[in-house]
């Protein structure tokens, strides 16, 4: 298990740019896949990005492909979600949450164990 916390959510313009951060505790850290997830009001959960352990490949959702950029920083124990061109429709609640093995395979919530509380990300038009 790891622990999560989320950070810089926020209220920003249509067109305009944001990063959110996930700072874990916990020596294995780099063990894991970490992925970005997000939850719309009334809708379900979904899949935004997922970052291999080591870094070096990544997946994103067709939704922000081309917008989102998923880093993270294992020196600091940070993953990263850098989005632009946001949208209205990205309005959601981000979290951030530890994968059960390494790799880029991991799409769906249920294969990630460990979740952070979440950040409030408001897009306005």
């Known amino acids: 298990q790891v622990q999560l916390v989320e950070s810089g959510g926020g209220l920003v313009q249509a067109g305009g740019s944001l990063r959110v951060s996930c700072a874990a505790s916990?020596?294995?850290?780099?063990?894991?896949?970490m992925g970005w997830f997000r939850q719309a009001p009334g809708k379900e959960r979904e899949f935004v990005s997922v970052i291999s352990s080591t870094g070096g490949t990544t997946y994103y959702a067709p939704s922000v492909k081309g917008r989102f950029t998923i880093s993270r920083d294992n020196a600091k124990n940070t993953v990263y979600l850098q989005m632009n061109s946001l949208k209205p429709e990205d309005t959601a609640i981000y979290y951030c949450?530890?994968?059960?093995?390494?790799?880029?395979?991991?799409?769906?919530?249920?294969?990630?164990?460990?979740w952070g509380q979440g950040t409030q990300v408001t897009v306005s038009s």
């Open positions: 949450a530890a994968a059960n093995g390494r790799s880029t395979y991991y799409t769906a919530d249920y294969e990630y164990h460990s």
């Open positions: 916990g020596r294995s850290f780099s063990s894991y896949a």
